[in-house]
Structures are given as structure tokens and as C-alpha cells.
């Protein structure tokens, strides 16, 4: 099996694409597709080869087709825990952004209360001295 471009994944340089196309030297022939298509290619070919009497070869195309199902299993797992990342992480930024929002109205509403504390219910009249001058001639 040889991977085509570069890239890196948790499993030895295999990349966790689900589009990936692999080249796939197989027991007697050469595959080339996705890691799901070649799963699916090596199970057929193995059911043919049991089917036909040639149980070595059919065991052959089952052992490739459990290390592609092993590559497709890996790439869902790792999609899923993306997801699972992504959700946390926006869930996270919901909840801190819903805190500063809280937070804003809690200090609005304190300040608001404090204000009002200064003042009575009642409103007192005050007198205010004006003084009128001469305009200067």
C-alpha cells in the first residue's frame, strides 16, 4: 500500500481524509480508490474467491479488506471526535459569551439599584436664587 501526497495522521502518516485515494497493491492485483472502496473491492473479491473454492486467496483479499475497515473506522472516529471538538468548543463560547452578557446586566442593574438608593420616592423642591443684572449700558 503506498499513500499518495503528503500528510500526516495519529496512524503513522496515514491522513484521516475520507476522500484519500489509495494505491493498493493487493494479493494479485493493483486497486486504486478510498479507503471505503477499497474495503468494499477487497470483501467482493474475497466472497468470489471463496465462493469459487480458492480459500487462500479469498483469505488474502478478507485480510485487506479488515486493514481498509480498520482505515475507515479510524477516519469516523476521527471526524466524530472533531465534531465532539467543535461542539465543545461552541458550546464553550455560547456559555462565555452568555456569562459576559450576564455579567453586563448584573453590574447595569447594580449600578441602576445604587442610583436609585440616592434617591427618595419623593421629590423635594429646592429654591434656587436668581439674580438679575443691569445690562451695561
Do not use: C, W
Not at 456559555?95 to 420616592?121: C, P, V
Request: hydrophobic residues 30%.
Amino acid at each position: 500500500m503506498r499513500h499518495q501526497g503528503s500528510g500526516g495522521g495519529a496512524n503513522g502518516g496515514v491522513p484521516l481524509n475520507r476522500n484519500h485515494v489509495f494505491d493498493s497493491n493487493g494479493p494479485d492485483l493493483r486497486i486504486r480508490g478510498t479507503a471505503q472502496q477499497l474495503f468494499e473491492k477487497y470483501l467482493q473479491l474475497g466472497r468470489d474467491a471463496t465462493s469459487s473454492g480458492d480459500r487462500v486467496m479469498g483469505e488474502g483479499y478478507f485480510q485487506h479488506a479488515e486493514h481498509y475497515f480498520r482505515i475507515v473506522s479510524a477516519i469516523n472516529q476521527a471526524a466524530a471526535q472533531h465534531q465532539q471538538q467543535v461542539a465543545h468548543q461552541n458550546g464553550n463560547q455560547r456559555r462565555n459569551s452568555e456569562e459576559i452578557s450576564a455579567a453586563e446586566e448584573s453590574e447595569f442593574t447594580q449600578d441602576r439599584d445604587s442610583a436609585d438608593e440616592g434617591r427618595s420616592g419623593t421629590v423635594e423642591a429646592r429654591e434656587i436664587p436668581i439674580t438679575v443684572a443691569a445690562p451695561d449700558a
